[in-house]
């Protein structure tokens, strides 16, 4: 992981198979990846897409921060998370998180960890589009 960011923003694809791919290690039993993508429809009305934006300097900093304070509190072996900026369509990757751990219950409660904490932290906002030809930016500008 020496050299590669913790958590980065992505206004492209997030290519998942790369991403689990560059955390291979021989000495982890367990890789547990989270994959949060563009679903049809959200409190009744048919979502077209997404369309995130972020503060990006404080969401960097804070992102790299819940990483860094998953390594600490877990025995992982490394961690990354990758959020998508601009538009994306139903069904891409919005978020993905991927750990990797000598035991599985370490990777499974760090990536729980990773994501709750990103959600709830990192300055990422989430604005909806409907097929009925309205937006609308969803909770407190902030997707839990």
């Known amino acids: 992981m020496e050299g590669r960011q913790l958590f980065t923003l992505s206004p492209i694809t997030i290519d998942t198979a790369v991403l689990a791919a560059s955390?291979?290690?021989?000495?982890a039993g367990a890789l547990v990846?989270?994959?949060?993508r563009v679903r049809n429809s959200n409190?009744?009305?048919?979502?077209?897409?997404l369309e995130?934006?972020?503060?990006e300097a404080l969401a960097l900093s804070e992102g790299t921060r819940v990483l860094e304070e998953a390594l600490e509190r877990f025995p992982l072996l490394a961690a990354r998370c990758v959020h998508r900026i601009?538009?994306?369509e139903v069904g891409e990757v919005a978020v993905w998180v991927g750990v990797?751990?000598?035991?599985?219950?370490a990777a499974f409660a760090a990536c729980?960890?990773?994501?709750?904490?990103?959600?709830?932290?990192?300055?990422?906002?989430?604005?909806?589009?409907y097929a009925a030809g309205e937006a609308g930016w969803i909770g407190e500008r902030v997707d839990r």
Request: zero cysteines.
């Open 23 to 27: 955390l291979a290690s021989a000495s």
């Open 33 to 36: 990846s989270f994959e949060g």
């Open 112 to 129: 729980r960890y990773v994501i709750d904490e990103v959600k709830a932290r990192v300055p990422i906002w989430k604005k909806e589009h």
């Open 43 to 49: 409190e009744g009305k048919e979502v077209l897409a």
């Open 52 to 55: 995130y934006e972020a503060y």
């Open 86 to 88: 601009g538009r994306l």
């Open 100 to 105: 990797i751990a000598a035991h599985r219950d």
